[in-house]
């Protein structure tokens, strides 16, 4: 049976020579080569191991360590912020009730001085004048005044005072007439034709106001001024009473 032989240039102590392998001869060298190529690479592998542990632990350590560092700035920027965001919120909530409470202490500034008059001057018709029984006129005043669109009018407030034995609130209805001439002729006018807004619904215990602004249609000359009262109460007589215009309202006149 013949052999396959393989002929290997080798080198020796004489020069080269040429030595004939076999199959199996071959195949057996190139695997202890490869074993051992292996056995090499894993050698080397251990020793990095072996050596950069150290290195490798330390590494870790360094990130593990910038890690907790970089937690806890962030637990403390996100404290700064909530407490900073607390702190915008309290100011904000603190600067609108220091402007509502501005604003009411300013609403209470007005409707006080708006008040105090009219106090104090109910106090000087209570102290000032006869506590005689009954109804009547306590106060009634015409002054010169402008509009809005700077026309000629007249400002106006009427007292009532009512003093009876009575508790319960009296009810009943005010006229009141401007009697006059335009271009000789007579004229008469009530506050409701010269004052859309005028009150005229009587609704007294003690003292009821009314006031108001009207204007004179052009031409007229007023003569006189007549209040009537009337209430739901017989007990209570009616009020009349009539005011020359050039008393009432004198300025008007110089």
Known sequence: MALNKRTLLTRG????????????????GLFFFVLVLVVSYWVVYQIGLVRG?????????????TER?????????????????????QNTVLKE???QLLNLTNDLQNQ???ITPELNYLRGLITN?????GLSIQDFMIDPALTADKEMAYR????????????EIATGSLQVTFVGKSQDKNLVYTI????????TSLKIRYFQKFDGLFMLPPGFNVEKVIIEITTNKKQLAPVYREYQWNTLVPSINK
């Open 192 to 199: 409701k034709q010269l004052d859309v807004n005028a009150n």
């Open 156 to 167: 106006y407030q009427l007292v009532v005072r009512l003093i009876w034995s009575g508790q």
């Open 97 to 99: 009730s220091n402007k």
């Open 69 to 89: 560092k970089l937690q806890q700035q962030i637990e403390a920027k996100l404290t700064l912020d909530k407490k900073f965001l607390n702190e915008i919120q």
């Open 13 to 28: 102590f004489a020069g080269y020579r040429i030595t004939t392998l076999l199959p199996w001869h071959s195949t057996l």
């Open 129 to 133: 004048t006869d506590q005689t029984s």
């Open 112 to 114: 006080l001085t708006t």
């Open 53 to 65: 542990e150290p290195q490798l632990k330390a590494t870790r350590d360094q990130l593990a360590n």
